[in-house]
């Protein structure tokens, strides 16, 4: 199913929201589902990339209306590296047994948005070559 950069970017805004929330406020919560023992530094770890995902959300959401453009491109590249790595990261940590099987519906969710903007930055360029 080939989604548009615009849906994307709005679901991924609204993600990227949503994980900065409970990230910063309930993050003991997510890192049990990954069976990840809380601590302090893991709890100021994980306050530190709730923020990331807030400026993600921001971002995605002020770009969800742009046209093909280089800054899209840009955007969706890096988001699809970023999303694929973190996804091999989290099955090789789950393989090491550093985390759980829980880590497995965010490597799905990783997997899916970088194959998402993948194939909307390939579509996004397909346009630009045809025109």
């Known amino acids: 199913m080939q989604l548009s950069f615009r849906t994307l970017s709005t679901f991924t805004a609204a993600l990227c929201v949503l ?21 302090s530094a893991a709890g100021f770890v994980a306050r530190r990339c709730a923020v990331l995902f807030a400026a993600l959300g921001v971002m995605f959401y002020l770009v969800r209306n742009e046209a093909p453009s280089v800054s899209r491109h840009a955007l969706s590249t890096g988001f ?3 999303c694929w790595g973190l996804a091999t990261l989290g099955f090789v940590e789950w393989l090491n047994g550093h985390a759980g099987p829980g880590i497995m519906l965010a490597v799905g969710v990783e997997l899916a948005l970088g194959l998402g903007f993948f194939q909307t930055r390939r579509v996004s360029v397909e346009l630009e070559t045809a025109g």
């Open 80 to 82: 699809t590296v970023g």
């Open 19 to 39: 994980l900065a929330l409970i990230w910063g406020l309930l993050p003991d919560r997510l890192l049990a589902i990954w069976s990840i023992e809380y601590s």
